[in-house]
């Protein structure tokens, strides 16, 4: 593999943080061992590597959360106290979190007001104009009332609400952890144009994420850590997104995405969409047949999130028709999509999937408590049975069956997700955004995970933003525009440019006349009945 050595990278600012023999250990795990690390001003710091690789250990270090066993940590040439987050901020340093930091209740003049330092505050009674000013002029996109509760705000609108809190306090380096989660393709360019503004105003940005096309695209130079360890530091513009990769996990990387099984028996129609409608999208109609996953792609907000909803019946839909295994939905709620097989995993995981309090078994089996049950009573060891062969299967890293979700990693979490899918065997999975702030070596295990369920009979619909996860994981891809299919790009045409170059043309040079599917519909069964 040719990479840039950490010797060859050179650049010319003022060092503005600087970690040098970091060591931090939790019981008997060392996060950190001996890893140095640098922020120069007027540059983007990139740091990579997978969920427990240390980075988040590495951040509070530099940000005074944190108390390092060993090491020296300097903000602007000046040494930090261990354990002082307030000297951090005064030294300089800023911090823009993955979970919101908030004051949920107040608005948000008033969490604006409260994290700039007291000599740049207005006047109290000044604070709306002086919120609303502030906010434009970071050229994030970010229209928000200055009135209006930071609890109100959508997942997009909080995340970079986070990064102007930071820049409200005029850092001189500015650390962003997984900024992007939950921006669609306009929300990160705006973010990417206000991080290159702190660049050229001599800024230090390190900037954390699992996005690795965006991490090149913004960085200069990148560190990769793995195991707690510190793998070298790159030059950008020399290193390409396969050799990262095979940095982070540490081994070469042959195909990231699991190939299909062969087919031995035709495939059958299992999901029929015809001229289904609903709020900003429609009329939208396409097949899916048995075994394979099918990806919908298309910019932001242009009704896939609305589709989604309408299938797993979370919204109802306002005309068309669905029909699953020969028969036809209504569609009225969650459960009665359950019920007739088709099976949502939600982009939003914390929010929408799971219940973060609750561990693993849990989790995993709620909605499949009946394979368990008998007379009205749990199989607890039938449950723990079928739960610890999933957590070995999709390689759950978890102490126990009965830790709550919500201290495990982003990719462990999705897999508990996944896992439901195991139990409950629907016969269509629509997997939203199913590697969303997942690191690379859980996406890879996820896409296994997909793989396997549709070899086993299942069929995948998956909505994701990225064309690579799409050509690299789907059998072929619908492209949506102004909320319609306007192309489907088939198997051994996909790769990231052909699917970039259908949503950039958008609808307007869609083949004329050429329906998605070239099928008819299916004849239904009695609407409503069971399967």
Not at 5 to 29: C, D, H, I, K, W
């Given at each position: ?10 650049t ?7 970690l ?16 140095s690390?640098d ?48 000297l ?227 919204v ?95 990719g ?17 999975i ?47 891809v619908?492209?949506?525009?102004r ?37 008819a519909?299916?004849?239904s ?7």
């Amino acid at each position: 593999m040719t990479i840039s050595s950490p010797e060859e990278n050179s650049t010319t600012g003022e060092l503005v943080l600087e970690l040098t023999g970091v060591s931090r250990q939790f019981g008997a795990v060392r996060a950190l061992t001996d890893v140095s690390f640098d922020c120069r001003a007027g540059e983007v710091h990139a740091l990579v590597g997978e969920n427990g690789s240390g980075k988040s250990t590495l951040l509070g270090i530099a940000s005074g959360f944190v108390d390092p066993d060993l090491g020296i940590v300097r903000i602007g040439g000046k040494p930090l106290r261990r354990d002082s987050p307030a000297l951090a901020r005064k030294l300089g340093l800023a911090m823009a979190y993955q979970d919101t930091s908030s004051i949920q209740p107040e608005p948000v003049k008033n969490n604006l007001y409260l994290t700039a330092p007291p000599d740049q505050r207005p006047p109290f009674w000044r604070r709306k104009k002086w919120a609303r000013e502030l906010l434009a002029s970071f050229d994030l996109d970010l229209e928000l009332f200055p009135d209006a509760p930071a609890g109100f705000l959508t997942l997009a609108e909080r995340q970079l609400f986070e990064v102007a809190k930071a820049l409200a306090t005029n850092p001189k380096v500015l650390l962003l952890d997984e900024p992007t989660t939950a921006l669609g393709p306009d929300e990160v360019e705006a973010l990417h144009r206000t991080v290159r503004a702190c660049r050229q105003r001599g800024m230090g940005v390190v900037y954390v994420s699992h996005r690795l096309p965006e991490v090149l695209e913004i960085a200069d130079r990148i560190t990769v850590l793995r195991d707690g360890r510190n793998q070298g530091t790159f030059n950008a513009s020399a290193t390409s997104e396969t050799q990262l990769v095979e940095l982070i996990v540490g081994r070469p990387i042959e195909s990231a995405f699991p190939p299909a099984a062969p087919q031995t028996a035709a495939r059958e129609e299992v999901l029929a969409v015809d001229g289904l409608q609903g709020q900003s999208f429609g009329p939208v109609s396409f097949i899916l047949v048995s075994g394979e996953i099918v990806g919908i792609a298309g910019a932001e907000g242009n009704g896939q999130a609305q589709l989604f909803d309408c299938l797993s019946g979370r919204v109802p839909p306002k005309a068309g028709r669905v029909v699953c295994d020969g028969v036809e939905l209504n569609l009225i709620s969650t459960h009665e999509a359950i019920a007739s097989g088709l099976m949502l995993l939600p982009g939003d995981r914390k929010r929408e999937a799971l219940m973060p309090v609750l561990g693993v078994r849990v989790n995993a089996t709620i909605q499949s408590l009946r394979n368990f049950g008998l007379l009205g009573l749990l199989n607890r060891r039938a449950e723990r049975k079928a739960v610890g062969g999933l957590v070995e299967q999709l390689e759950i890293r978890t102490p126990s069956l009965d830790q709550p979700v919500e201290f495990l990693s982003g990719g462990n979490q999705q897999k508990v997700s996944v896992s439901r899918t195991y139990l409950k065997k629907p016969s269509v999975i629509l997997a939203y955004e199913p590697t969303q702030g997942v690191d690379v070596g859980s996406r890879f295990d996820i896409y296994r995970a997909l793989r396997a369920r549709t070899d086993s009979g299942a069929t995948l619909l998956v909505k994701s933003s990225d064309p690579i996860e799409l050509s690299g994981l789907c059998d072929r891809v619908l492209v949506m525009s102004r909320g319609t299919i306007v192309e489907e790009i088939p198997g051994d045409e996909l790769d990231e440019r052909r699917i970039t170059e259908a949503i950039v043309r958008g609808p307007g040079l869609s083949r004329a006349g050429r329906s998605p599917l070239g099928v008819a519909m299916p004849k239904s069964r009695a609407r409503g009945s069971s399967r």
